[in-house]
């Protein structure tokens, strides 16, 4: 009795083929996901930017009806700085008296981003412009 034995294949394994489609497939979802990344990014920075702006525009306008004033004429940039930097009222009798207005840890780069959605008006007041300024 002749008797042969069969070898078995051994197939738990991936072929070149295989690998080489699951490579292709990842790269091809790397080629559409990276350029949204970035553009989420700028969207992100780009909101904190109008939030940060309109903080100083609130508080700017908070302070002035408390009777603080950080208007530096002609000047957005400084005007701005000094909004960051705040003030405590220290008016007896104010209803005010004691509060601090400002926004502090706010750093020069982003007074600079959120100095792009702010105006300073002719008549004083630092304005939010939702669109960016000129």
Do not use: C, H
């Amino acid at each position: 009795m002749n008797t042969k034995l069969i070898a078995k294949k051994n197939t738990s394994g991936f072929s070149l083929v295989e690998m080489l489609v699951v490579i292709a497939v990842i790269g091809i979802i790397a080629a559409i996901a990276v350029p949204n990344i970035g553009r989420i990014n700028d969207a992100a920075e780009e909101a904190k930017s109008k939030r940060n702006a309109q903080n100083l525009a609130s508080v700017y306008a908070s302070a002035q009806a408390a009777g603080l004033d950080f208007l530096v004429s002609g000047n957005e940039g400084n005007t701005i700085a000094k909004v960051v930097t705040g003030a405590t009222v220290s008016a007896a009798g104010s209803p005010f008296n004691g509060t601090f207005f400002g926004v502090p840890n706010l750093s020069s780069l982003e007074q600079g981003r959120a100095g792009t959605f702010l105006d300073l008006t002719a008549d004083g007041m630092l304005v939010y412009l939702p669109g960016g300024g000129t």
